[in-house]
């Protein structure tokens, strides 16, 4: 740069008769020096920015530029994405990182929002764990701490929650989670995910739905609500009238089920049911693989068949209480290997460092 300064004044001693071409080479080479000098500070801001990116764990390095939402397009309905974590665990496994980042990207204007119990304790900072410095890196995931009593405060479920006794029972965690995301649900509204699920596309334009998981039972996995609901209402007080905390399910699936049917006045659950503003969605969008053929996630699928699966279908629920004990190959065609390659690549790739 130097070199190319101290020519600039050469230029304007040239005779009369060129002074023209002078004047135009000039130009050219103040304009060429003005763009070199651009460059190097835009550059320089841009690194400035890059490790301003959370530097915790070597796994920032795998994270793609999130998508952003369309310039100039409508805004997202309002509400955000919620993921609860009722355990102490601050230490998310590969399924959980993943769900976030499908769902962090599918949803690129939306706040999707990681509560987690474990960071209740008051600290100012995230633990050092590679997952959570990853989904730090993308703009619309906020991790917070889970505060159940102010959550249940307000609602049937805060009676329930201050008795010590259920905390001795064999699912409290789970049922912990079924409190949790409806009561988030009817004072927030928006989506609730459970941290199993692997998100296709984005979930925005449903509102005040639900998905049957079989023929004849709802799940609570998905649900996505506007705040004070009088549907969510009723599931909190069934919550807490028709309490069985022995029972697997009876506060999840079951109590869906059975405050539907009252809601419709109906006695079996039909496919793509709709009544009262409530509507209960196939199998197909949140539960294509159903529970007893979990097995499948790990089968090898080529790509056309893959696609063909899930056409209709919002988001994998995973059913990691049943499959989170088998190996998976993560550079193979298995089916649950391609949902982690095209829908969370910053954790697919995570997981291939590690294996």
């Known amino acids: 740069l130097p070199r190319m300064s101290s020519c600039l004044p050469n230029l304007a001693t040239v005779v009369p008769s060129h002074r023209l071409r002078a004047l135009f080479i000039l130009t050219i080479s103040f304009v060429f020096f ?3 000098i651009f460059y190097w500070r835009t550059g320089e801001d841009a690194e400035g920015q890059l490790y301003s990116l959370p530097t915790q764990s070597k796994s920032a390095q795998f994270l793609p530029s999130p998508p952003s939402a369309i310039p100039g397009g409508p ?7 919620f993921f609860v974590e009722t355990s102490e665990r601050t230490n998310p496994s590969y399924l959980f990182t993943c769900s976030v980042e499908s769902a962090a990207r599918t949803h690129p204007g939306t706040r999707v929002m990681v509560l987690m119990k474990g960071l209740a304790n008051g600290n100012a900072s995230l633990p050092s764990h590679w997952a959570l410095s990853l989904l730090s890196c993308f703009p619309n995931v906020e991790i917070q701490p889970l505060d159940l009593p102010e959550l249940f405060s307000g609602t049937p479920l805060a009676k329930w929650y201050s008795q010590p006794e259920h905390q001795k029972e064999p699912y409290f965690l ?4 079924d409190a949790c995301r409806i009561a988030i649900m009817w004072k927030f509204g928006g989506i609730y995910l459970d941290t199993d699920f692997i998100v296709l596309r984005n979930l925005k334009n449903l509102t005040n739905v ?10 609570g996995a998905f649900l996505s ?3 004070k609901h009088e549907f969510m ?3 909190m007080q069934d919550f807490v009238d028709n309490y069985n905390g022995l029972i697997w399910g009876h506060q999840g699936p079951q109590l869906l089920t059975h405050v539907f049917k009252k809601w419709c006045s109906i006695t079996s659950v039909q496919n793509n049911m709709s009544c009262k503003g409530v509507r209960a969605l196939s199998p197909e969008a949140f539960y294509p693989i159903c529970w007893e053929n979990w097995k499948k ?3 090898t699928i080529s790509s056309l068949e893959l696609h063909k699966l899930l056409e209709n279908t919002y988001a994998v629920h995973v059913w990691n209480k049943l ?4 190996r998976l190959e993560i550079t193979s065609q298995a089916l649950l290997a391609q949902l982690y390659s095209q829908f969370c690549p910053a954790t697919y790739e995570k997981m291939k460092k590690d294996s």
């Open 225 to 227: 609500f506007k705040p």
């Open 297 to 299: 996630l790990f089968d």
């Open 233 to 235: 209402e009723l599931c």
């Open 323 to 326: 499959s989170h004990g088998t």
């Open 75 to 81: 805004p997202p309905p309002p509400g955000d994405v």
């Open 210 to 219: 639900l998905g049957t998981q079989s023929k004849y039972v709802l799940n």
């Open 34 to 36: 003005a763009a070199v």
């Open 174 to 177: 789970p049922v912990l989670s």
